[in-house]
C-alpha cells in the first residue's frame, strides 16, 4: 500500500477514536446538563465534546508521527514539520467550522423538538462527524499533506 494512503488510514482512525471518546462523554454531559436550555445544553455539550476529542485526537496523532519528522541526524526536521502543521491545523480548522455549525445547531434542534438529550448529543454529533471527516479529508487532499514523496 502507497505511504500516502497509510496515512491517510492513521488520520482517519485518529479521527474516529478522537469521536469515540467524545461521544461517550459528551452524552454523559448532555444528560447532566439535561435540565438546563437547550442553548446552553448544546454549548456545553460542545466545548466537552472538543476538549475531549482534540487531547484523544491530539495524543494518537503525535505517537502516529513523531519519528516521521526526525531526521538521519536525530535531529527534528522543523522546517518538515511546520510546513504540515500548518496544513494539518488547517485542514481540522477548516472541518471544526463545519462541525461546530452542525453539531449545534442539530443538537439544539432535536433538544426544543423534545428528544432526550443524550439522544439528542449522539445523533447531532453522529451526523456532524461524518460531514466533519468528509471536510477534513477533502481540505487533506486539496492541501497536498500526503503528496507522493513524502
Sequence with gaps: MQ????????LNKNILLGFLASIVVSAFVA????NQQSY???TITLGVD????FSTFGILFY??????YL?????????GLRRDLVKIISSLGIGEVVYTICRWSLQYYLLTNSYQA????????????VIYMATVNLSVKLM???KDGH
Design 63 to 68: 505517537f502516529d508521527n513523531k519519528k516521521k
Design 50 to 53: 472538543y476538549v475531549v476529542y
Design 3 to 10: 505511504q500516502k494512503y497509510k496515512e491517510y488510514l492513521k
Design 31 to 34: 444528560q447532566e446538563f439535561a
Design 40 to 42: 446552553v445544553n448544546a
Design 71 to 79: 531526521l538521519d541526524t536525530g535531529k527534528l526536521d522543523k522546517v
Design 118 to 129: 443524550y439522544v439528542a448529543s449522539l445523533t447531532s454529533q453522529s451526523i456532524s462527524t
Design 144 to 146: 497536498r499533506l500526503y
